[in-house]
């Protein structure tokens, strides 16, 4: 996770899934420098633009030495909760794929995740245009775009599924327990906050 800017006032309660681990860089100009020696091109992003989203397709490019010995790796949002999410992205079913993404259609930045190999992590230079999109100054959704699309035609084993609650309609009547979240007494594996920005438990 890539965060350049404030934290969010939330910070202190957010928690990952049982299992997993964190890599949060909040140093702009390393990663400026990252860019430049593993992309060959020069970051435009400043803080709290979110231009960095464009770049989540090549975080396995950029952190490949931080990743090393790890199966798979991904990102997510802060403006997240989770719950029980090996119920709904077991082991047995995340190994089958190369990357899954919780969304229907596109690659999310909320929560996808990638097998690491060197196709998987290298795939976005198929994409004849990539360096004009990271360049590009302003955020432009390239990823859920047309590296979207690029993922659905590279042959890789990807699934798109949208597994979480209610996103859209605050407040969310969130319960968390014994590691489980439910939303109105249904438990779901994770929710996307963005509509209210305000903790929810």
């Known amino acids: ?3 350049f800017g404030e934290l969010p006032e939330w ?3 957010f928690e990952l899934p049982k299992g997993y681990e964190i890599l949060l860089d909040t140093d702009l100009n390393g990663f400026r420098t990252r860019v430049k020696e593993k992309l060959g091109i020069d970051y435009p992003g400043l803080p709290g633009t979110g231009k960095v989203f464009d ?5 396995g490019v950029l952190y490949k030495d931080e990743i090393k010995g790890y199966d798979y790796f991904g990102h997510c949002d802060f403006d997240m909760v989770f719950g029980d999410v090996d119920k709904w992205f077991p082991d047995e079913e995340l190994a089958q794929l190369d990357i899954w993404s919780n969304h229907g259609t596109y690659i999310c930045g909320p929560w996808t995740m990638y097998k690491n190999t060197e196709r998987v ?3 976005f230079k198929e994409f004849p245009d990539w360096k004009e999109k990271m360049i590009y100054p302003e955020v432009n959704g390239w990823v859920e775009n047309e590296y979207s699309r690029l993922v659905e035609q590279s042959g890789l084993k990807y699934r798109y599924s949208f597994e979480q609650g209610d996103p859209y309609h605050p ?4 319960v968390k327990k014994d590691g489980k979240l439910y939303q109105d007494g249904i438990e779901i594996p994770m929710l996307h906050f963005r509509r209210s920005k305000i903790w929810p438990l």
């Open 55 to 59: 770049y989540r397709c090549a975080l």
């Open 171 to 174: 407040p969310f009547n969130l």
């Open 121 to 123: 992590c290298n795939l």
């Open 11 to 13: 910070y202190d309660k």
């Open 1 to 3: 996770m890539p965060y």
